[in-house]
């Protein structure tokens, strides 16, 4: 599947190319390869990931202006996916909660998400919100990951609002 006109796309459309391998072909005839992390839903620019033989990875930008065509190389198997969402996490995890503390949180965010009209599913122990962001426990505003800011900060004042809200990543 090749697309030309990526900036006259929209996020619907530019869903499709998320973790998948791609080739971007940039206006000055330049070519990056990467797995497609997220796209810019303003810039429409697009985030490009390649991963290195000894684990780490590296990010580059590809200026939404400046995209010719996008061309799917590779879908991603279910490990470079989950590689590629822990691409821009910090490394760590929080302190495990209680295992009915941690449903109790995670089923009152998910309630309050419903409850303003936010689109949440359970995976695993996250919720993933709007399928673009993830709420790790203990599932209070600080612990949202998403590579798309203008979500992230949504997402994160919407949970800040949240009366039940009591986890310490609230403060």
């Given at each position: 599947?090749m697309q030309?006109?990526?900036p006259?796309?929209?996020p619907?459309?530019?869903l499709h190319?998320?973790?998948?391998k791609?080739?971007?072909?940039?206006r000055?005839?330049q070519?990056?390869?990467?797995?497609l992390l997220t796209?810019?839903?303003?810039?429409?620019?697009v985030?490009l990931?390649?991963?290195?033989?000894?684990g780490?990875a590296?990010?580059r930008v590809v200026m939404?202006?400046?995209v010719q065509?996008?061309?799917?190389?590779q879908?991603a198997?279910r490990?470079?996916?989950e590689?590629?969402?822990?691409?821009?996490?910090?490394?760590g995890?929080?302190?495990?909660l209680?295992?009915?503390?941690?449903r109790?949180r995670?089923d009152?965010?998910?309630?309050?998400l419903?409850r303003?009209r936010?689109?949440v599913e359970?995976?695993?122990?996250?919720l993933l919100?709007?399928?673009a962001?993830?709420v790790?426990?203990?599932?209070?505003?600080?612990?949202?990951?998403?590579?798309?800011?203008?979500?992230?900060?949504?997402?994160?004042?919407?949970?800040?609002?949240?009366p039940e809200r009591d986890g310490?990543?609230?403060?």
């Amino acid at each position: 599947m090749m697309q030309s006109g990526w900036p006259l796309l929209g996020p619907l459309d530019w869903l499709h190319y998320v973790n998948k391998k791609v080739k971007v072909k940039a206006r000055d005839e330049q070519l990056h390869r990467g797995w497609l992390l997220t796209v810019d839903p303003v810039s429409a620019s697009v985030v490009l990931v390649s991963f290195g033989e000894a684990g780490g990875a590296s990010v580059r930008v590809v200026m939404g202006h400046a995209v010719q065509e996008v061309e799917v190389l590779q879908e991603a198997d279910r490990q470079t996916a989950e590689r590629l969402r822990s691409v821009l996490l910090p490394p760590g995890r929080p302190a495990r909660l209680d295992p009915e503390e941690a449903r109790r949180r995670r089923d009152g965010v998910r309630r309050w998400l419903e409850r303003n009209r936010v689109p949440v599913e359970q995976e695993g122990e996250a919720l993933l919100v709007a399928g673009a962001l993830r709420v790790e426990p203990p599932y209070g505003a600080a612990d949202c990951r998403s590579s798309n800011e203008i979500i992230l900060d949504r997402i994160q004042k919407l949970l800040e609002e949240n009366p039940e809200r009591d986890g310490p990543g609230d403060a």
